[in-house]
C-alpha cells in the first residue's frame, strides 16, 4: 500500500518547480494532477498516475493505481484561469486525503503563479531552493 509522509515540508526544488510549471504549460488549457514526493522537507519530484482523467475544468487522479512502496506528501494541480489558484472544493476535499503540501499553478505559469497550501486549504511558504545534486562516480 502507498504511503503519504506527514512530515513538514519547508521548500521546493528549483528545478522541480520549473518543471512543474512547463507541465502545467504544456498541458494549458486543460487542467494536469500528479503527487509530490520529497526529499526531507523538500519537495523534489512529481509523480504522474495511470487512468487520471483531465479536461479544461477539472483532473482527477485515481489514488489506487498507486504503486505499492510510493510514498507522497502532497498533491499538484493547475488552474487555467489567470490569476486562479483558490482552491476549488473538491481540492480541499483531496487535499485532507493525501498529504500536507498541494500546489496549485495558474495562467500563464510563470515563476510566480503557484501558491502552496496545507491539507486544511491553508496559504503555506514553500521557499525555492537549489539542489545539489550529488557527482556520480563511474
Not at 498541494?102 to 486544511?120: E, G, L, M, Q
Request: aromatic share 10%.
Amino acid at each position: 500500500m502507498s504511503k503519504r509522509k506527514s512530515r513538514e515540508i519547508t521548500s521546493i526544488a528549483k528545478d522541480t518547480l520549473e518543471f512543474i510549471l512547463e507541465v502545467s504549460k504544456s498541458n494549458y488549457p486543460r487542467e494536469f494532477i500528479g503527487m509530490l514526493n520529497a526529499e526531507g522537507e523538500v519537495v523534489t519530484n512529481i509523480f504522474f498516475l495511470p487512468g487520471t482523467h483531465t479536461s479544461n475544468v477539472n483532473a482527477v487522479i485515481q489514488l489506487w493505481m498507486m504503486p505499492t512502496g510510493l510514498s507522497y506528501v502532497g498533491s499538484v494541480h493547475s488552474h487555467p484561469h489567470p490569476a486562479s489558484a483558490r482552491p476549488s472544493e473538491e481540492d480541499l476535499f483531496m487535499f485532507a486525503r493525501t498529504g500536507n503540501c498541494h500546489i496549485i499553478t495558474f495562467y500563464p505559469y510563470a515563476i510566480d503563479n503557484w501558491r502552496c497550501y496545507n491539507s486544511k486549504g491553508e496559504v503555506m511558504g514553500l521557499k525555492i531552493v537549489e539542489r545539489v545534486m550529488e557527482e556520480e562516480i563511474w
